[in-house]
């Protein structure tokens, strides 16, 4: 999966002049909360609503009620934007853009295609990536696999699941000890108790927990 595959086109953008109060209107109006901050065409860096909340934030201790909105009228999106911007291609790996947003704690990136904005990528696209990788929103059983970590264990699995006529739709693996594998399957079909039991007996120091099948979400 890519990240074009998830990204949200033509995302609405600011310029740095932007007056905080806009942006704020805007993220409110569109329920959204970062904005692309562009000039001449070229993103100069990202804002969110949490920095567009601090900087309007910062001077209320000592300021008139008065004062303070013309002070609010001033400020521009510039003042609170992040100015290095970290950006991925539509053709990013999906898993390259949940790593980038992980380390460096951000919610959403800017999707740039020759130097252009194309789109942006967000934390709930991710989630909705995981979602859908895991095959969660289709109907099945799910099978928890601890098997020996050796060639061809895989495909034996893969094949005792074919024999019994059911339709795999994900396998993804997760961290176990050395020399072994967990595998958590989702299946599609009938008769899964049979199949763990199956599995249990055809796959070489081979454990199967599952569970019943599931409703599309």
Not at 47 to 69: C, K, Q, W
Not at 137 to 151: F, H, Q, T, V
Request: charged fraction near 25%.
């Amino acid at each position: 999966m890519r990240v074009r595959d998830k990204m949200t086109l033509n995302p609405i953008t600011v310029e740095p002049s932007t007056p905080v109060a806009e942006a704020l209107r805007l993220m409110e109006g569109r329920k959204i909360r970062r904005l692309p901050v562009l000039q001449e065409g070229q993103v100069v860096g990202i804002v969110t609503l949490l920095d567009l909340m601090r900087v309007s934030a910062s001077p209320a201790t000592t300021l008139s009620v008065y004062e303070l909105r013309y002070l609010l009228d001033k400020l521009t999106v510039q003042e609170a934007m992040t100015r290095r911007v970290i950006t991925v291609t539509p053709d990013s790996p999906i898993e390259q853009a949940a790593l980038l947003m992980r380390e460096h704690k951000i919610g959403g990136l800017p999707v740039v295609e020759e130097g252009r904005l194309v789109g942006i990528i967000t934390e709930t696209d991710i989630f909705d990536a995981f979602v859908d990788l895991l095959g969660v929103r289709k109907p099945g059983s799910r099978l928890e696999i601890d098997c020996a970590d050796r060639p061809g264990v895989l495909a034996r699995i893969a094949s005792v699941i074919a024999s019994y006529g059911l339709n795999i739709h994900s396998v993804v693996t997760t961290p176990a000890p050395p020399g072994q594998a967990h595998l958590v399957c989702r299946v599609q079909g009938d008769d899964v108790a049979s199949l763990a039991a199956e599995l249990q007996r055809a796959v070489e120091e081979c454990r199967v927990h599952w569970e019943a099948p599931s409703s599309a979400a």
